[in-house]
Nanobody
Framework: QVQLVESGGGLAQPGGSLRLSCSAS????????VSWYCQAPGTERDLVAI???????NYADSVKGRFTISRDNAKNTVYLQMNSLKPEDTAVYYC??????????WGQGTQVTVSS
């Protein structure tokens, strides 16, 4: 079965950290560009970070300097390290990629809540 599974969400205090994981089954992640998106209630799903197949990365302005996207090809997993968390980072975070033939694939999402 081909799927993406996110984990690592939860409750963090402002200024705290979380690390999200996106694990793939049924295919190999390292040949694809993989993104993290977030969606807060009542808002659209927004791009947070992307790691390209060559290892280069790009980030939304709101998370630059605080979040880091990385990949571990041996574990077939992409990570999102989230530091200096703010209440406005509260959202459901989704892993996403697009395969040329099969099309887009989304994970089920993981909730991140930043609150004191």
């Amino acid at each position: 079965q081909v799927q993406l599974v996110e984990s690592g969400g939860g409750l963090a205090q402002p200024g705290g950290s979380l690390r999200l994981s996106c694990s793939a089954s049924g295919f190999t992640l390292n040949t694809y560009d993989v993104s993290w998106y977030c969606q807060a209630p009542g808002t659209e799903r927004d791009l947070v970070a992307i790691i390209f197949s060559d290892g280069s990365t790009n980030y939304a302005d709101s998370v630059k300097g605080r979040f880091t996207i990385s990949r571990d090809n041996a574990k077939n997993t992409v990570y999102l390290q989230m530091n200096s968390l703010k209440p406005e980072d509260t959202a459901v975070y989704y892993c996403y990629l697009r395969r040329p033939i099969e099309g887009p694939t989304w994970g089920q999402g993981t909730q991140v809540t930043v609150s004191s």
